[in-house]
């Protein structure tokens, strides 16, 4: 359960739940803790790693923690290994396919490829993860390393035309290089699209050796001391590695940053496995569950349809908005993610899990 509902707390801000804090915190005022808060509901400028800026890496880091429960779901049904091979495959071509839909409605023109956003890098960094779920936790382990150490290489030692090889510079760096060569276009906020996906592959590969340590024999101590000091080591090199060589860029996804948004999902899965699973405290995180049981019908939802539900929405409250006078934005905000999770809860109720 601890899983679905990191997962919902995760997706929460995603859906609306961001929106409902920041109206709060306006309705609040402005003072150096509102300030504080405020800017981790933001993306970093560049450098730097912000809540917000750990919500895309934890989605992949749990892809990853679920995938051991799955296959061990599928291989108890019996099924064959081709046949999880082929299913494996299916999903991640309909996953890319849902960030093209996705992508393409948000932008209003066709996008087939658009890897800056969560979705496919989430299809390719799935389908790699799950040809590795049969091997080692050693290699699994240099898997991930190897990919890493060998993205921040490639970003230390290739040049592009123009730019000098080891250059960090928004619009002036390897991945975007590559992206105006081959897509012909870059994303106008900096964020990297075909090579700063590689490493994202890695996030999901940490995330498969925790489902793997999670589905073990091993106490829950131990459990908790392995997330516990793979999450503290994971946060503390990726500091050390961004204050010293390799600054921490998400729009990027740079090796340092890789590492330090893993150890966060680590400490944060952490901290709902001991208090849900380990405590037995779970009537707290059932909102945060209904999110998490169809975090993906929620997330293409909102894209797709979320703004043409807002707009029937505002029809029966904007008469209330106006009356709240300061509060109306909270209230607007509150009302929409309402209708959303309430769409949920409609589905959980009647057992509609949507998957791909």
Known sequence: MS????????????????????????????????????????????????????????????????????????????????KMFFHAARRSVVLFLLGSVRESVSAKQPYLIELSSALQPIAIAYFVSFLLLRKTVKVQAIAAGSILLGYWLILALVPAPGIEAGTLIKDSNLVTALD?????????????????????????????????????????????????????????????????????????????????????????????????????????????????MNAIAIYVGVSLFGSHISRMLKIFIDGAVSMLGSAGPLFEAACIFGVRWLILFWMYRRKIFIKV
């Open 3 to 82: 899983l679905d509902v990191f997962r919902g707390f995760i997706m929460f801000w995603i859906v609306g739940g961001a929106t409902v804090v920041n109206r709060l915190l306006e309705l609040i005022g402005d003072n150096s803790v509102t300030r504080l808060f405020a800017q981790q509901l933001k993306h970093s400028n560049w450098q730097g790693c912000t809540f917000e800026d750990l919500i895309w890496p934890s989605f992949m880091f749990m892809v990853g923690v679920s995938l051991p429960f799955a296959f061990a779901k599928r291989v108890k049904l019996g099924q064959s290994y081709s």
């Open 180 to 292: 105006k060569m081959i897509l012909g276009r870059s994303h106008p906020d900096g964020w990297g699209t075909l090579l700063c996906t590689v490493p994202t592959i890695s996030t999901t590969i940490f995330g498969v050796m925790i489902g793997e340590l999670l589905r073990s024999s091993r106490t829950s101590k131990n459990k908790m001391a392995v997330l516990g000091i793979a999450g503290t080591g994971g946060v503390i090199i990726g500091l050390g590695l961004h204050y010293s060589f390799l600054p921490s860029i998400m729009k990027l996804w740079t090796s340092s940053y890789g590492i330090l948004s893993a150890g966060w999902a680590c400490l944060m899965l952490l901290f709902f496995y001991w208090v849900i699973d380990v405590l037995g405290w779970r009537k707290w995180g059932f909102g945060f569950m209904v999110i998490g």
